[in-house]
C-alpha cells in the first residue's frame, strides 16, 4: 500500500481503461490494485513461478491473463490493443537493447492514444564518471559519498537513462512526454528514471516535461508513515 500511494497519483489519470498490460508482475504487488482498473489485464513475466503465482492469486478475476514470456516477447498481443501499460520495479534491472525490443513492439501493440508507465534504470548518467573514478583517487571519494559504488547500484543498468530512453522512443516512432528521476536509496545520485511514453501522433504528444525529485524516497517513507498511521493496525 505504501507504494500504491506513492506511484498511484502519477498514473491515476490514465486510468481505468479497457485494457492494461503489466510488464513483469512479479507475484501480483501491483496486480492487485491495476484487477479494478480495467476490463481487461495481461502480464507478461519470463519467471514461470511469478506467472503460476499470479495465476493461483487471481484464479477469481476471470479477467486476469498471465503469459512466460522469454523477458522482451510480446507476440502473444494482437495489434492496437492495449490501452495502458505499466511497468514498475522490474526493467531497472534490464540493458537498452531489451528496452529497445519492448519499444519496437509497443510501437504495435498499444492503441493510437495509449499511454506507456516505464520506470526504467538511469545509472547510464554515471558512465563517464563510473570510467573516470577508475583512476583517480578523488572520484573514487565522490563515488563513495553518493553510494554509486558497485554494491549500491541495486543491479540497475548502466546502459539505460532518460535520454536513451527518449532516444529509442524516437527511433520507434514514439515519444516520452514526462520524465521523473529519481534516487534509489542512493544519497544523491540519481539512478531511477520514470518516463510517459505515446505514439508521437498520439493527442497527448508535446514537448518532453523532465523534473529531478531528489526527495523520492522520502516521499515514499511519508506515504509508509501516514500508512501506518491510518491503517488501525498495531
Not at 477469481?60 to 505499466?86: P, Q, W, Y
Not at 537498452?96 to 506507456?116: G, N
Amino acid at each position: 500500500m505504501q507504494w500504491l500511494r506513492t506511484i498511484y497519483p502519477r498514473i491515476h489519470s490514465f486510468l481505468p481503461v479497457p485494457t492494461i498490460l503489466e510488464i513483469a508482475p512479479g507475484y501480483g504487488r501491483w496486480t492487485q490494485f491495476l484487477r479494478h482498473q480495467c476490463d481487461r489485464l495481461v502480464g507478461v513475466d519470463l519467471s514461470p513461478g511469478c506467472i503460476e503465482a499470479c495465476e493461483r492469486r487471481f484464479e477469481r478475476d476471470t479477467h486476469l491473463e498471465f503469459r512466460v514470456n522469454d523477458g522482451k516477447d510480446l507476440s502473444m498481443l494482437d495489434d492496437a490493443s492495449i490501452d495502458f501499460v505499466f511497468s514498475f520495479d522490474s526493467l531497472v534491472h534490464v540493458e537498452a537493447d531489451v528496452i529497445e525490443t519492448y519499444l519496437a513492439q509497443l510501437s504495435r501493440k498499444m492503441k493510437p492514444s495509449a499511454v506507456a508507465f516505464l520506470h526504467h534504470s538511469n545509472l547510464g548518467e554515471y558512465r563517464l564518471l563510473r570510467r573516470q573514478q577508475r583512476w583517480h583517487p578523488m572520484l573514487q571519494h565522490l563515488f563513495k559519498r553518493m553510494r554509486l559504488m558497485e554494491a549500491r547500484t541495486h543491479w540497475r543498468a548502466w546502459s539505460m537513462s532518460a535520454d536513451r530512453m527518449c532516444e529509442i522512443a524516437s527511433h520507434q516512432g514514439m515519444c516520452c512526454i514526462a520524465q521523473e528521476i529519481v534516487p534509489w536509496s542512493t544519497r544523491s545520485a540519481q539512478i531511477d528514471c520514470m518516463s510517459l511514453i505515446v505514439h508521437q501522433d498520439s493527442g497527448r504528444a508535446g514537448p518532453l516535461r523532465r523534473w529531478r525529485n531528489a526527495a523520492f524516497m522520502e516521499e515514499a517513507a511519508y506515504s509508509g508513515e501516514l500508512e501506518r498511521l491510518y491503517s488501525g493496525n498495531r
